[in-house]
């Protein structure tokens, strides 16, 4: 996993069909996908309950690429052995999710995988400037976590554009999660976001069955993406 500023789409199979998720993730890939991002909710930390680890080990082996693992969960240390035994490439917990991030962030780095933080959109950056050196990714959660398809919080590119300063020459990936659609993502990626998390703008008017929706709508968030920056 060799780090790049280059525009990465990784659609989120909170909206892909759930009896079908081997095939889903095997599609959105074919279909241009870069990495495949796994929203994980305890109905605790986020209103809502989705996968644990054995769904990550199930479907490691249907994804080539980047399986990026962001855990909306609390307490959170206990899980993060199980989900990198799962096969996660990136580990991503939230910053208001337990009062010790920086132990957890070095013991999702002990597992020998990449880790991300998280930042709620009520959260500010100054906690985040101590962590820097601690992280391969920052997401910058630009709808309040919980579920797919909500609005975009237009109120975040301004702290992308802060985040993206403060980064400098790190080679610190920032994800934009939350409401990414064609019409948003110039926005974060003008202001400095290199991986776009999109699920309903990625899996709408397609299937399994007939993936190629899929691969008109990751061209068509990439282009505009690329377009601004």
Not at 14 to 41: K, T, Y
Not at 43 to 72: E, Q, S, Y
Request: aromatic share 6%; charged share 20%; with cysteine.
């Amino acid at each position: 996993m060799e780090f790049s500023r280059k525009i990465k789409i990784a659609p989120s199979i909170l909206s892909a069909d759930f009896a079908n998720f081997g095939a889903e993730c095997r599609a959105i890939e074919d279909q241009g996908a870069d990495w495949v991002h796994v929203d994980v909710m305890d109905g605790h930390f986020v209103p809502n309950l989705t996968f644990g680890p054995a769904m990550c080990a199930a479907i490691r082996p249907h994804i080539k690429g980047v399986m990026d693992v962001h855990l909306m969960i609390a307490p959170v240390d206990p899980y993060i052995e199980a989900y990198a035994a799962a096969g996660a490439d990136v580990i991503t917990v939230h910053l208001e999710a337990g009062p010790h991030i920086h132990r957890t962030l070095q013991a999702i780095r002990n597992t020998g995988k990449k880790a991300g933080l998280a930042i709620n959109p009520g959260t500010g950056l100054d906690a985040v400037a101590h962590l820097l050196d601690m992280v391969d990714l920052i997401c910058v959660m630009t709808v309040n976590p919980g579920f797919g398809g909500q609005k975009f919080i237009h109120s975040q590119v301004d702290k992308v554009r802060s985040l993206r300063a403060m980064i400098g020459d790190r080679p610190i990936h920032i994800e934009i999660d939350g409401g990414v659609t064609v019409e948003t993502a110039p926005l974060v990626a003008a202001a400095g976001a290199d991986v776009l998390v999109a699920g309903s703008a990625v899996f709408k008017g397609g299937s399994v069955a007939n993936p190629a929706p899929y691969g008109e709508n990751i061209r068509a968030i990439r282009a505009a993406a690329e377009k601004a920056v």
